[in-house]
């Protein structure tokens, strides 16, 4: 489990991908929403983060094993749920849940992403969580919900920032928003990229496999947009989150938080953690990047339930940038799925293998013995 030194950094990375898939899935994946602004001021300001080192500090070794939900992980960081992974790389959510089991970090499975609940049980022994999109049918969401319990699925993770689609210019110009529509430019970009298509026909056009069982049978484009509009109900609320949590035994995790009430209210409904959470800068372009608000949400409720962080990691130092300002866990999305867009099977474990590297880097470099300890380094 080493990385491959032809790409040592989540650019390299990326700058592959780009070469490697057509654009319209290069563009669906590495996009923000309206002008980007959102997306561009998460790494932007998590960068200004500055860490203090204490060289002559009496060192014993550093280690990347943090506890979370009682389970202990072998990195402080794992992989964000991802919807339509198979469009950007055929057989991508596999590939990402196999290489996380064997890494010993969280995945997290999309509802609407290319695999389902079981088969990513299956890869993971039954360590995947699973992210519920909330389904407007209360039988659907019970069948959904019996499906991972039934999959071992340890943490459900719901999620707060899409009561509406993202406006993403580059989805609508490609076909790829609401309804989709599949049009001439995309099939020529696929044709320009023959690594992919080949890989595509091997394993069949991507669909939404959690979903099969309650989808009529051969939807066109249009039929699809609507069957999906009407299934989901995005607006979460306290109505929405009781029965969940009456159901639901194992943890339960609220995704897209960005501020102190949504917290507030996370805790007063019993939920075990957040995740400080922009969507990647997907949804709210005039919204703060998650820097922003994770240290104070950390410092004020951090005792009372557990605060995690995505949006605009992109390398180790990040993610000691990110706990040192309160997150007890990291999550990243394009930063796995640029890898296994650009090198296929090995892209998880290439991915994966880099950030531990350099984690384990800042960590000696700090002389900061656990990740529990990051804090210390923050130049406040
Ligand atoms: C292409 C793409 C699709 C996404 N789909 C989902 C999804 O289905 N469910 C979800 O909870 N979050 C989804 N997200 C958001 C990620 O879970 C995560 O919050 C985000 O990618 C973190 O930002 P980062 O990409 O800068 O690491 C998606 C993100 C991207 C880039």
């Known amino acids: 489990m080493a990385y491959d030194t032809r790409y040592p950094s989540i650019d390299d990375l990326r700058a592959r991908a780009q070469k490697k898939i057509p654009k319209f899935a290069f563009e669906y994946l590495d996009g923000g929403c309206n002008e980007d602004v959102n997306l561009i001021r998460?790494?932007?300001?998590?960068?200004?983060?500055?860490?203090k080192p204490n060289y002559l500090r009496t060192h014993k070794?550093?280690?990347?094993?943090?506890k979370l939900f009682g389970v202990e992980y072998d990195a402080p960081f794992g992989i964000a749920p991802v919807g339509l992974q198979g469009l950007m790389w055929p057989n991508s959510p596999e590939i990402l849940a196999?290489?996380?089991?064997?890494?010993?970090i969280p995945f997290i499975l999309s509802t609407v992403t290319t695999t389902?609940?079981?088969?990513?049980?299956?890869?993971?022994e039954g360590k995947a969580w699973f992210q519920l999109y909330h389904p407007a049918k209360d039988t659907l969401r019970d069948d959904i919900l019996k499906r991972a319990e039934a999959a071992e699925c340890p943490v459900l993770v719901i999620l707060c920032d899409v009561p509406t689609f993202g406006f993403r210019p580059r989805d609508i110009r490609n076909g790829l928003a609401m309804p989709p529509k599949m049009n001439i430019s995309n099939i020529l970009q696929a044709f320009g990229r023959p690594h992919w298509s080949m890989q595509?026909?091997?394993?069949g056009i991507p669909n939404f496999a959690n979903l099969l069982p309650y989808m009529p049978k051969n939807l066109d484009?249009?039929?699809l947009g609507k069957f999906m509009d009407e299934t989901f109900s995005g607006r979460l609320n306290e109505e929405k989150i009781k029965p969940i949590r009456d159901m639901w035994k194992g943890k339960l995790v609220l995704k897209g938080v960005a501020s102190e009430y949504d917290t507030?209210?996370?805790?007063k409904l019993g939920l075990d953690g957040i995740?400080?959470?922009n969507h990647g800068g997907r949804q709210l372009d005039a919204g703060e990047s998650t820097i922003k608000p994770l240290s104070t949400i950390a410092e004020k409720y951090g005792d009372q339930i557990e605060v995690m962080m995505d949006s605009g990691i992109r390398s180790g130092p990040d993610v000691a940038r990110a706990m040192a300002s309160g997150a007890k866990f990291t999550f990243m999305g394009r930063s796995f799925m640029y890898g296994v867009s650009a090198l296929g099977n090995k892209g998880g474990d290439h991915t994966i293998s880099l950030l531990k590297t350099e984690l384990q880097q800042v960590m000696e470099q700090l002389c900061c013995e656990n990740t529990t300890d990051f804090s210390d380094h923050l130049i406040k």
Request: proline share 0%.
């Open 275 to 277: 995740i400080v959470s």
């Open 264 to 267: 507030e209210q996370a805790i």
């Open 116 to 124: 389902s609940i079981e088969r990513a049980s299956e890869l993971t």
């Open 200 to 203: 595509t026909l091997k394993h």
């Open 42 to 51: 998460n790494t932007a300001e998590l960068r200004e983060v500055q860490l």
């Open 221 to 223: 484009l249009k039929q």
């Open 61 to 66: 070794g550093s280690s990347l094993k943090t």
């Open 98 to 104: 196999k290489a996380a089991f064997e890494h010993n």
